[in-house]
């Protein structure tokens, strides 16, 4: 499947009609707008114009409010990139490439003007940034484009991740670089704002982790005050002591910020014996989100299946096997407490 996802993008690209922009829709975190960023470069570089739309938190690339803000566009087609693996056009009848590497929801075939790219299948699974490479290659040149991959990869699998492309990158840009721009990218989204503007602006100016460091390029200060403030908070979400219920470890916060799934990863490496449930019930209006991390090796996606309150929705209990989570209405969040074995109320 590696070697073929960049011909299989390729084809489906040619699917696309002439003239008219190719919508790219990517995840707010460092893999999804690397990911992002390297597409944007790669349809630019074979000819066709593009226009980046970052899902932001609470939203879905296949939501009534998304199909609505471009059904009056006239675009060529869609690349969604780190979103989810689902058999479905953004738009009835308009081509649409779904690139991703999280376990899939039902079907993952490609059929009619959906072309699926799923990475889940491949050893070791790559992250959608390195998918993104691989399909940028098909089109052009992309070796400068490397330094993209990188982020991506290391932001979702840390810098010893088994690939070659991360191997080439710490080569040429050092770990150290990879690193550091890993952390600025990741930090907006995180914030109470959770503005990934600057962050995607700056991977798109840029042209190595070094030049996006250097200050060159406006937006490296707001990634910076993002990064203290993601950092205060996490620090202070440090402090809470987790409940433990059996084979699960509870760890509820209150916080704008987007530091539940730092906290449930703190405590994982912890906790290696329990299932770890870090919840944020300040993070938006309604919703508790929470991130489920665990050592042991449980797969995450079917436990949360099973235990899934009556109002459980695309929100909930997405992402990998062993690093799961999501979000439930504030009304569900005891009943899935119950489901679990916490009937104690917050």
């Known amino acids: 499947m590696a070697t073929d996802t960049g011909e299989i993008f390729k084809a489906a690209l040619g699917g696309f009609a002439p003239g008219k922009p190719v919508a790219v829709l990517c995840h707010n975190d460092a893999d999804g707008l690397s990911a992002g960023a390297l597409f944007s470069h790669a349809l630019a570089r074979a000819g066709r114009d593009s226009t980046v739309r970052v899902i932001g938190r609470g939203e879905s690339a296949w939501s009534d409010e998304v199909r609505a803000e471009f059904a009056g566009r006239d675009v060529a087609g869609f690349v969604v990139g780190d979103l989810g693996t689902r058999a479905e056009a953004v738009l009835p009848g308009v081509p649409t490439v779904v690139v991703d590497h999280h376990v899939p929801r039902g079907a993952a075939e490609s059929a009619g003007a959906v072309t699926v790219l799923s990475g889940y299948r491949e050893d070791p699974v790559p992250t959608t940034s390195l998918m993104a490479y691989r399909c940028a290659a098909a089109l052009g040149p992309a070796e400068d484009l490397l330094w993209l991959c990188a982020v991506g990869l290391v932001g979702d699998l840390g810098d010893k991740a088994p690939f070659p492309e991360l191997a080439a990158a710490k080569k040429l840009y050092t770990a150290t670089a990879i690193r550091d721009a890993v952390s600025l990218i990741n930090a907006p989204r995180r914030t109470a704002t959770g503005d990934y503007g600057p962050a995607l602006d700056l991977l798109l100016a840029a042209d190595s982790p070094k030049d996006m460091l250097s200050g060159r390029h406006p937006g490296l200060d707001a990634l910076r005050a993002a990064r203290e403030e993601?950092?205060?908070?996490?620090?202070?979400?440090?402090?809470?002591?987790?409940?433990?219920?059996?084979?699960?470890?509870?760890?509820?916060?209150?916080?704008?910020?987007?530091?539940?799934?730092?906290?449930?990863?703190?405590?994982?490496?912890?906790?290696?014996?329990k299932v770890v449930l870090a919840a944020n019930h300040g993070y938006r209006p309604g919703w508790v989100h929470f991130a489920a991390r665990t050592a042991l090796p449980r797969n995450l996606i079917a436990l949360l299946r099973e235990v899934a309150p009556p109002g459980a929705d695309e929100n909930y209990g997405g992402g990998h096997e062993q690093a799961s989570g999501g979000a439930l209405r504030c009304d569900d969040w005891p009943v899935f407490l119950r489901n679990i074995g916490i009937a104690q109320p917050r």
């Open 230 to 273: 993601v950092k205060a908070a996490t620090d202070a979400a440090k402090k809470i002591a987790p409940r433990i219920t059996g084979d699960f470890a509870l760890i509820e916060m209150d916080s704008g910020c987007q530091i539940h799934p730092l906290i449930a990863q703190q405590w994982r490496m912890r906790l290696k014996d």
